[in-house]
């Protein structure tokens, strides 16, 4: 039986960076505390936390006096750096240049779309670490839409600004985007409507999926492994069921089942870009004794 570890997947270049920041700040001291889940992959925030990493949540940072955070990739609203100031903390800026870019933009596409009477609208997850901090930039204002189901939010008498979430599907900005147009012109009852549509969705997390399609299509079975709270992995998941029906998620090797791989001659692992690499590499050694 032949198993392959996808060579396109696990972490991004923000993931990987702020993991090594925190692993150099650790050699020289024994606690660094992080803001939030360092990345969404509860293994590796095990492994980290062994190292002397501290998770804590935003209402444990404004009790934090004297000391270093490190802010992971997802980026931070405003307030946290205002909080850093009046608290002297020293702050380990992991915040990935794709999201920091972004969250300019939305800065001045809100300051300059207010002027006009109208709105930012954000595709992404309400809640996520990324939408939290872009939410930041509007001073709380911009309307967060998960999908097609969201769109009552918006007024469609007025200007709109549309940005995304970096890590969303292409397609599902897409739809989106038509969606809002339509929608504007049947309000407004012209063509000339005032609607901006940014398409910031991370390159290198969207070229995964077309890699992704190939690598799934060439195995029985695929094992895609992620942590429970990844947007991305659940994203990177479904396009790996679609394409292979055959595809399981799991997040360790305890949820692993001996029956997916009975007869099987070919099994792919997979992931997010929040999923280690060393995780995806002890996942398929364990299908292998399982399989045996």
Known sequence: MKI???S???????????????????ERNETLYCLGDIVHNSAEVERLKTKGLVTIEHNQLKTLKNCKVL???HGEPPETYEIAIK?????IDASCPVVLKLQNNIKLGFDAIL???GQVVIYGKVGHAEVNGLVGQTNGRAIVISGIEDLHKID???????????TKSIEGFYDIQKEIKKRMIEIQQTENIKFISNDTICRQVSHRQPKLHEFVKKHDVIIFVSG?????????????KEENPNTYFVSDIDELKSEW????????????TSTPRWLMEKIAENIEILSI
């Open 115 to 117: 002027k006009k009477g």
């Open 261 to 272: 791989f009975k007869n099987i001659e070919s099994i792919g692992v997979c992931g997010a």
């Open 87 to 91: 608290n002297n903390i020293e702050l």
């Open 71 to 73: 802010l992971r990739a």
């Open 8 to 26: 396109n997947s696990g972490f991004c270049f923000g993931v990987v960076n702020a993991i090594q920041l925190a692993e150099m700040e650790l």
């Open 156 to 166: 469609f008498s007025k200007p709109v600004n549309l940005f995304s979430q970096t």
């Open 228 to 240: 429970q709270k990844s947007s991305n992995g659940r994203m990177l998941y479904k396009v790996c």
């Open 4 to 6: 392959e570890i996808d």
